[in-house]
């Protein structure tokens, strides 16, 4: 009979194996995401220091945790700046970030440097959890370095596609009420000030109220809507932007050509919720399947089992 020591030793056996395996899968699906956008040719945004400074002044005061790393993060970026290897990292992240819209307004190398930082932390329990297998192992917590970059990168992924489904979500709305303020008599920037206003906290009311703070330091509205769209590298804010430029070059009626966008936006939205919807019922076509196989072999086990067991005579007398 198996000791209980036997059983413990097995047991954490089994979990630092386990971690071991998850940690290689999660660098190669690291490495994957990061060619594979590459070979589709994603771009990636800009952003202005002006712009980068304003979310860097809102995250300090809003985070206690980030005010604190802050200051110690442009000494740690010099650092981080000169490991070899380390423009992969940075590259990848760099792409995410300005998909997940700059939160804090990191700089690239200051952005690596955070994802090291986490790595360090994560270097602790991993640490703790080889040495509780052997003290010797210890040392091997240091695979948590190359963890945090890949967690970070996943993280801003994740919200830069939250970013982009909500833009999306409320750009008809946004139009709309554009095309009711302009209809009103009010100027472009009133009726962005408006926007900007009712919907305080979402990201597309953010971009513009960052494209209102650039034209009120100066800049020309037709390289403040080009900062928009290279801030928000969306088909529908590139649209956007495309036709209010075009409208101001050739005098035409704002509100009428964003009236148009609007209708066009909302057939789009409704053509991809169709293809979405479409492919949602293949895909639930496989799990089925496999619950149905499930279920008939719940339902004909037990005559299988009798057949094996006993035999079935057709010999009649």
């Given at each position: 009979m198996?000791?209980?020591?036997?059983i413990?030793?097995?047991?954490?056996?089994l979990i630092?194996?386990?971690?071991?395996?998850g940690?290689?899968?999660?660098l190669?699906l690291?490495?994957?995401?990061?060619?594979?956008?590459e070979?589709?040719g994603?771009g990636?945004?800009?952003i202005s220091?002006?712009?980068?400074r304003m979310?860097?002044?809102?995250?300090?005061g809003s985070?206690?945790l980030?005010?604190?790393?802050?200051?110690m993060?442009p000494a740690?970026a010099?650092v981080?700046s000169k490991?070899?290897?380390?423009?992969?990292?940075?590259k990848?992240l760099?792409?995410n970030?300005a998909?997940?819209?700059?939160?804090?307004?990191?700089?690239?190398?200051?952005?690596?440097?955070?994802?090291?930082?986490?790595?360090?932390?994560?270097?602790?329990?991993l640490g703790?959890?080889?040495?509780?297998?052997?003290?010797?192992l210890?040392?091997?917590?240091?695979v948590?370095?190359l963890?945090?970059?890949?967690?970070?990168?996943?993280k801003l992924?994740?919200?830069?596609k939250?970013?982009?489904n909500?833009?999306i979500r409320v750009?008809?709305?946004?139009?709309?009420?554009?095309v009711?303020?302009?209809?009103?008599?009010?100027?472009?920037?009133v009726?962005m000030d408006?926007?900007?206003?009712?919907?305080?906290?979402?990201p597309?009311?953010e971009?513009?109220?960052?494209?209102?703070?650039?034209?009120?330091m100066?800049?020309t509205l037709?390289?403040?809507?080009e900062?928009?769209s290279?801030?928000?590298?969306?088909?529908?804010?590139r649209?956007?932007v495309?036709?209010?430029?075009q409208?101001?070059?050739?005098g035409?009626?704002?509100?009428?050509?964003l009236?148009?966008?609007?209708?066009?936006?909302?057939?789009?939205?409704v053509q991809?919720?169709?293809?979405?919807?479409?492919?949602?019922?293949?895909?639930?076509?496989?799990p089925g399947?496999?619950?149905?196989?499930?279920?008939?072999?719940?339902?004909?086990?037990?005559?299988?089992?009798?057949?094996q067991?006993?035999?079935?005579?057709?010999?009649?007398?």
């Amino acid at each position: 009979m198996p000791t209980f020591e036997a059983i413990q030793g097995n047991l954490i056996l089994l979990i630092v194996t386990i971690l071991s395996i998850g940690v290689f899968v999660g660098l190669g699906l690291f490495l994957l995401m990061r060619i594979v956008p590459e070979k589709l040719g994603v771009g990636v945004g800009v952003i202005s220091e002006s712009q980068r400074r304003m979310r860097r002044t809102r995250s300090a005061g809003s985070s206690g945790l980030f005010g604190l790393i802050l200051p110690m993060l442009p000494a740690l970026a010099a650092v981080t700046s000169k490991v070899p290897g380390i423009d992969v990292v940075r590259k990848d992240l760099t792409k995410n970030y300005a998909r997940a819209g700059w939160p804090g307004g990191l700089t690239d190398d200051e952005l690596v440097a955070m994802s090291l930082l986490v790595g360090a932390v994560l270097c602790v329990p991993l640490g703790a959890l080889f040495a509780l297998y052997d003290p010797f192992l210890a040392p091997l917590g240091i695979v948590g370095l190359l963890m945090g970059p890949g967690l970070v990168s996943t993280k801003l992924m994740g919200q830069g596609k939250v970013r982009d489904n909500a833009i999306i979500r409320v750009m008809p709305f946004v139009l709309d009420l554009l095309v009711l303020s302009l209809r009103a008599g009010a100027s472009l920037s009133v009726a962005m000030d408006i926007v900007a206003k009712d919907y305080a906290g979402h990201p597309l009311g953010e971009e513009f109220r960052a494209t209102l703070k650039d034209i009120e330091m100066g800049t020309t509205l037709k390289t403040a809507f080009e900062n928009l769209s290279n801030r928000v590298p969306s088909h529908v804010i590139r649209t956007f932007v495309d036709e209010v430029i075009q409208s101001e070059e050739l005098g035409r009626p704002i509100a009428g050509t964003l009236e148009r966008l609007s209708d066009r936006v909302r057939v789009n939205r409704v053509q991809d919720a169709t293809n979405v919807a479409g492919k949602a019922k293949v895909m639930v076509l496989v799990p089925g399947l496999l619950v149905l196989l499930a279920t008939l072999i719940v339902l004909f086990t037990p005559w299988i089992v009798k057949f094996q067991e006993e035999g079935v005579s057709l010999s009649t007398r």
